[in-house]
């Protein structure tokens, strides 16, 4: 699918006379559609909840926005519950999903009234032990083991990763959550990220319906959700086709119908803890081309580095770029587009087909509305950019001012260390 950036040029240009490049900046049409899109695939089952996944965009004003839409959030830590308390949040709305957890974040956690989700079956002893109260509703993280596979292919290895407890270890934590009083319970995984197969969610869904089955018969205790979490990926790459959101919500129900509705427990409510499927594809971060240069390769390099987006130099992901005003021409130079960090792998693009760039380009690299500005980093002493945010009316409000030397230097006290500017 043609990859189309949600801005013009002119509007760039507009927006970088009151907000210097770089900023991401967010389509707020694109988020509400995207998330009434995914209630309506999830409508056929009455109590559904989506809580999307703070991390990947922790921002009050987008928080905001999904709130609006019915939608609650899932934290991870301290700040995060302290944001989501700020937007109103509270109580149910809120899902506490983290791992190795302080006892303040329980704490706070538990004092919102959230839904708490223990990632290990030693975590409730310790919940015990700092004093934090047992709430009628709490959760437990499953990890199946082994490899999670797709139509033979491998999505991501479980029995590699840090999280969730083993089905013995399950049973256990009820036992001992029910022993505390818990009534009602659910059960959360999350076994593969940035998927894009229609397959993942209702391949896991059945699994955790199967659990949530045993469960309820040989430990006694009602099921009151089981939670898909996140991993439901985006179409990063051009040929890649975007998931099918109302296919995705079809085929859980297909695994409900199947496990949960024999079983008696039709009553289950599907929750979701999404967050790059949520807001990835409405968010860009918006660089101008300061430099390039010809050497045994040539690059252009942006005013926006890895600091700003650390995906492709992490992960070596792919995203796409588009450079304004140019989209109509024909993609025939090739180029590595970077950034100007001390670091070989700050590269947004290595190899990359793209039009004749020029000094003074806007570009839009794409797709960066979730785990972009939230993985941002201050290496080498660069700052922070803006956050903007795209109006349905059209119109352009900073939800986040950028960094300046004076925040770089805040924790810091030194004599004469300070910003001349
Ligand atoms: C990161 C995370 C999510 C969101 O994952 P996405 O891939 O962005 O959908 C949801 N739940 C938990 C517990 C997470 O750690």
Same mark, same amino acid.
């Given at each position: 699918?043609?990859?189309?950036p949600?801005?013009?040029l002119?509007?760039v240009?507009?927006?970088a006379?009151?907000?210097?490049t770089p900023?991401?900046?967010?389509?707020?049409?694109?988020?509400?559609?995207?998330?009434?899109?995914?209630?309506?695939?999830?409508?056929?089952?009455?109590?559904?909840?989506?809580?999307?996944?703070?991390?990947?965009?922790?921002?009050?004003?987008?928080?905001?926005?999904? /709130?609006?839409? +019915? %939608?609650? *959030?899932?934290?991870? &830590?301290? @700040?995060?519950? #302290?944001?989501?308390?700020?937007?109103?949040?509270?109580?149910?709305?809120?899902?506490?999903?983290?791992?190795?957890?302080?006892?303040?974040?329980?704490?706070?956690?538990?004092?919102?009234?959230?839904?708490?989700?223990?990632?290990?079956?030693?975590?409730?002893?310790?919940?015990?032990?700092?004093?934090?109260?047992?709430?009628?509703?709490?959760?437990?993280?499953?990890?199946?083991?082994?490899?999670?596979?797709?139509?033979?292919?491998?999505?991501?290895?479980?029995?590699?990763?840090?999280?969730?407890?083993?089905?013995?270890?399950?049973?256990?934590?009820?036992?001992?959550?029910?022993?505390?009083?818990? /009534?009602?319970? +659910? %059960?959360? *995984?999350?076994?593969? &990220?940035? @998927?894009?197969? #229609?397959?993942?969610?209702?391949?896991?869904?059945?699994?955790?319906?199967?659990?949530?089955?045993?469960?309820?018969?040989?430990?006694?205790?009602?099921?009151?959700?089981?939670?898909?979490?996140?991993?439901?990926?985006?179409?990063?790459?051009?040929?890649?086709?975007?998931?099918?959101?109302?296919?995705?919500?079809?085929?859980?129900?297909?695994?409900?119908?199947?496990?949960?509705?024999?079983?008696?427990?039709?009553?289950?409510?599907?929750?979701?803890?999404?967050?790059?499927?949520?807001?990835?594809?409405?968010?860009c971060l918006v660089a101008k081309v300061l430099h390039e240069k010809h050497i045994w390769k040539d690059y252009v390099g942006l005013d926006a580095c890895a600091a700003n987006l650390?995906?492709p130099a992490?992960?070596?992901?792919y995203h796409h770029i588009t450079v304004l005003g140019k989209e109509?021409e024909p993609c025939d130079h090739m180029y590595d587009v970077t950034g100007g960090l001390c670091e070989n792998n700050d590269k947004f693009a290595i190899d990359r087909m793209l039009p004749k760039i020029d000094i003074g380009d806007y570009v839009v690299i794409h797709?960066t509305?979730?785990?972009?500005?939230?993985?941002?980093?201050?290496?080498?002493?660069k700052?922070?950019?803006?956050?903007?945010?795209?109006?349905?009316?059209?119109?352009?409000?900073?939800?986040?001012?950028?960094?300046?030397?004076?925040?770089?230097?805040?924790?810091?006290?030194?004599?004469?260390?300070?910003?001349?500017?």
């Open positions: 699918m043609e990859k189309k949600f801005i013009t002119e509007q240009k507009e927006m006379a009151s907000y210097p900023f991401h900046l967010y389509d707020e049409k694109g988020i509400r559609e995207n998330a009434r899109k995914l209630k309506a695939a999830f409508a056929w089952n009455p109590n559904f909840h989506e809580y999307f996944a703070v991390k990947a965009t922790p921002n009050p004003y987008i928080m905001d926005i999904l /709130k609006s839409e +019915g %939608i609650g *959030a899932d934290c991870s &830590s301290y @700040t995060e519950l #302290l944001m989501s308390d700020a937007v109103g949040l509270k109580g149910h709305d809120i899902m506490f999903s983290s791992n190795v957890t302080p006892a303040e974040d329980f704490k706070k956690a538990a004092e919102l009234g959230a839904i708490i989700n223990f990632d290990d079956v030693s975590l409730i002893d310790f919940y015990e032990e700092i004093g934090a109260p047992f709430l009628e509703t709490m959760c437990c993280r499953y990890n199946p083991g082994g490899n999670f596979t797709l139509h033979n292919e491998i999505m991501d290895t479980p029995k590699d990763a840090k999280y969730g407890m083993t089905k013995e270890q399950m049973k256990e934590a009820f036992t001992k959550l029910k022993a505390h009083g818990v /009534k009602h319970f +659910g %059960i959360h *995984a999350f076994l593969a &990220s940035n @998927t894009v197969a #229609l397959g993942y969610y209702p391949k896991l869904a059945r699994i955790l319906f199967e659990l949530a089955v045993e469960l309820s018969k040989e430990v006694g205790v009602h099921i009151a959700f089981v939670n898909l979490s996140g991993g439901v990926g985006i179409a990063y790459r051009p040929d890649q086709e975007p998931n099918d959101i109302m296919a995705i919500g079809a085929a859980v129900k297909e695994a409900y119908d199947d496990v949960l509705v024999p079983a008696g427990m039709d009553d289950v409510a599907i929750f979701t803890e999404l967050g790059r499927f949520m807001l990835a594809p409405y968010g650390m995906r992490m992960y070596g992901a109509n797709d509305g979730a785990h972009g500005f939230s993985m941002g980093y201050n290496y080498n002493g700052l922070r950019s803006a956050e903007l945010l795209l109006k349905e009316d059209g119109t352009v409000k900073q939800i986040r001012r950028a960094e300046t030397p004076q925040d770089y230097f805040a924790t810091l006290d030194y004599p004469g260390l300070k910003d001349e500017k």
